[in-house]
């Protein structure tokens, strides 16, 4: 398979941790979100989205949108299973991966930062207080939503990773980059801590990639 | 089951059409979002998330996010189905569906407009510009995604409505409720009105929902 990503794509790197723990291996191409690369009409022909990450399947499919890429793999490579068994569990993961992957991460993409910045006339300082609100309201969220459920355990839902835990520990580093508060979030925190000393996660963190800058 | 919701919102919309198509019965209570009913205490206790649609089971389990929602009922309820039984397939039907719900509708959340016009200054045209800017861009991705593909046929993914379609059509009435212009989305455009025929979808749309003004 190959993965086209970026190291900084917050997205791609919930897709490498995936890969990772299920034992996946896979090249990369790169695309150089602050270079625009995803916006010339060659990737546009791979992904008329132009957004990463994009999977290529053996067989040359190209899948895109990471949730959809990653229920793929967890359907075709069932082991270890990154959803639990039981529907009412499979809806509170899903539910913890969309409040980061819909509330979160859409609002502070790149694309809606430049149209703040440009079209909007934003200031950076701005900017940046937007990306942080998003991040601070959102994971006070996802904070209420695990403090509230017996069923978190070490990671987000019990003691093995699960999508949700592929969505924040992505997020957590993408709010922490822009200087986000935490401290409303402990087990935010203390969750992502436990992912990091997972190989399959510290793997695929962005400084770990070949394209890291 | 009782489907907290309001009429306008989009994803709550999304649960609609699908408990319908599904043939699931169900009752409403309604969150009035316009007049910030979710920020309430009394609804935070509910969706710590204070957003819509949430869905209690008649076992009393809340559930939150729409498309988490949606694949439990299709978990639980698999006939009639809302994805394809291939892998493939329902890599393409939820990359449809998140091509919506992750990069359209989170950038146009009320909470993101009030942002918009609130803290930032924003003026209304310039919110409402806003507005159309992203579901244009976003519904013309979804265009060539389906344009591109043969397996698009009277609905986004085959002949029979599928979680895409589920969200597609709420997206497209915030679209036309804002005047964005479709023009450069037709078959966006004629899906959508395929849909309309189906009693699920018309019956599940806001102009018939109890609290509709």
Redesign the interface.
Known sequence: MLLYGYFRSSAAYRVRIALNLKGLAYDQTFVHLAKLEQLAESFAAIN????LPVLK?DSG?L???S???I??LE??HPQPALLPRD??E???V??L???V???I???N?PR?LR??TG??G?SEA?RD??YR?WVEEGLQ?VE??LV?SPQTGRFCHGDTPTLADLCLVPQVANGRRFKADLSGCPTVVRIDAECQKVKAFADAAPANQPDAE
Do not use: G, S
Request: net charge positive.
């Open positions: 008329p989205q132009k957004l399947t499919q899948l895109t949108q949730l959809a890429i229920e793929y359907e075709t529907p009412l499979r809806a509170r899903r539910a991966a969309l409040a992957a819909c509330e991460h859409p609002i993409n809606v149209y703040l079209k909007l934003v701005q207080d937007w609100h969220a209420q939503m509230a």
